[in-house]
């Protein structure tokens, strides 16, 4: 999508601190960490939040989480992170471009705010 932000950031028109990339995934570091780890992991294509992945999409997006135990691991916090998927705007979601949030490095609480 042309003005979606992390399609933009996909394609390499706006900078971002990537740590993993291939053909289908990219994974970069947040811009406001919540946590001393905070990074997302988004698919290139554009889908716009978890309620809109369709079935074609399954393995995608499970290739996406399977991505963030490996990264979460090669960043030092595979013992102990969260994934969040936030979906719309009432949960927070603010870049409606589907990514995955992973956290680690500090103690996480429950319930999530
Ligand atoms: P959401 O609130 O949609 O679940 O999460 C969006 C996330 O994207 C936020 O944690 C926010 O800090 C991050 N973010 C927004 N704009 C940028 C950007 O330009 N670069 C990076 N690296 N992260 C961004
Ligand atoms: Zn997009």
Not at 9 to 17: F, Q, R, T, V
Not at 49 to 55: L, M, T, W
Request: aromatic share 8%.
């Amino acid at each position: 999508m042309n003005d979606c932000l992390f399609c933009k950031i996909a394609k390499g028109e706006i900078p971002a601190n990537k740590l993993y990339e291939d053909d289908d995934l990219l994974a970069f570091w947040d811009i406001s960490p919540q946590a001393p780890k905070h990074f997302l992991i988004i698919p290139k294509k554009h889908i716009k939040d978890p309620a809109s992945v369709g079935a074609d999409d399954a393995a995608l997006i499970g290739t996406l989480i399977r991505k963030a135990g490996e990264l979460a691991a090669e960043n030092g916090i595979g013992n102990g992170f969260r994934l969040v998927f936030n979906n719309g705007a009432e949960a927070g979601q603010t870049v409606f471009h589907i990514h995955l949030h992973v956290l680690g490095g500090r103690p996480m609480a429950w319930p999530p705010g």
